[in-house]
């Protein structure tokens, strides 16, 4: 009896355990079934961006065989625009070659400059030393002239002991003095206008060499590098040595001055004695008979 009992007892547990396992294997093929699903909708997701990565590596390519001919469009322009260099390059070489000696030029301006200007220093103190001359020379001219009108005024060359005043004695002393200090003078200006004629002929000696090369260097300049600001420089160059050579003349005006200064010859002023008078005879003077063949001048 009781083997009998346990019988549907074993079979209900075993249906049982056959149920729960039935459910499992169940639920995880449900799983699988989706997992594989998900998977696959995965694979599909892939294949889209696949063939997204497909197109963009098609448009890449399409971009770079336009690249390519691109490079190559700009290498065919570049050649043409190499070519058009070279033939300008040469047109210019002929046209321009002249501008290429401006630098060269305008170097060789700074170092004539440094030439003159030592030159040019010593010629404008000439020309004010030329000035100062000049007006020692009117001034000159004046005082003696001045002395020359009271030495005749007064008649210093006849001075008579007793009958000219001691002013006037002692003013024609004056005058003589004054004279004597005046040749002093003009002598001491004629030695100091020769020793300046013979400064200046030394300076311009050597500013006429740097004067041939400042024509040529002028010239140059006015023929190839008319548009260079130096120009103006060379042709204030120019006009100062112009003004330099006129100082010539301003010498030779000069001494023409101081030689026409009066010499008048003043001596010492002396005292003649006066004369004594004497008596006078008078005779009777018979007129003289022409001789014949002489008129009578009246």
Not at 148 to 162: H, K, P
Not at 202 to 225: E, P, S
Not at 242 to 271: N, V, W, Y
Request: charged share 35%; aromatic share 2%.
């Amino acid at each position: 009896m009781k083997k009998l009992l346990l019988i549907p007892s074993v079979l209900a547990v075993c249906c049982l355990a056959s149920t729960a396992m039935a459910q499992s294997l169940f639920e995880e093929c449900q799983q699988k079934k989706n997992d594989i699903a998900e998977m696959q909708q995965q694979a599909k997701q892939m294949d889209a961006e696949i063939a997204n990565v497909d197109l963009k590596i098609r448009d890449l390519e399409r971009q770079r065989q336009q690249l390519v001919r691109d490079k190559f469009e700009k290498a065919r322009e570049k050649a043409k625009l190499q070519n058009r260099i070279r033939l300008d390059q040469k047109m210019m070489d002929r046209m321009c070659s002249g501008l290429r000696q401006c630098d060269n030029l305008e170097q060789r301006i700074d170092a004539l400059k440094a030439h003159l200007a030592p030159l040019a220093e010593q010629l404008r103190r000439i020309r004010r030393e030329i000035t100062e001359r000049n007006a020692d020379t009117v001034r000159l001219n004046r005082e003696v002239n001045k002395i020359e009108t009271s030495y005749r005024q007064l008649n210093c060359d006849n001075l008579v002991a007793g009958q000219t005043q001691q002013t006037t004695i002692d003013r024609c002393t004056e005058l003589f003095s004054r004279w004597n200090q005046s040749q002093k003078d003009i002598n001491g200006l004629r030695a100091s206008v020769a020793a300046l004629r013979g400064r200046y002929r030394r300076v311009m000696q050597k500013m006429r060499i740097h004067g041939v090369n400042l024509a040529r260097l002028l010239a140059k300049m006015r023929r190839t590098c008319g548009h260079s600001t130096r120009l103006a420089e060379l042709e204030n160059l120019e006009k100062e040595q112009t003004g330099f050579s006129a100082l010539k003349r301003e010498l030779d005006q000069m001494e023409s001055s101081i030689g026409r200064i009066p010499r008048l010859k003043i001596i010492r002023p002396r005292l003649k004695p006066m004369l004594k008078k004497k008596p006078v005879l008078h005779k009777m003077l018979k007129p003289k008979k022409n001789k014949p063949g002489l008129k009578t001048v009246r």
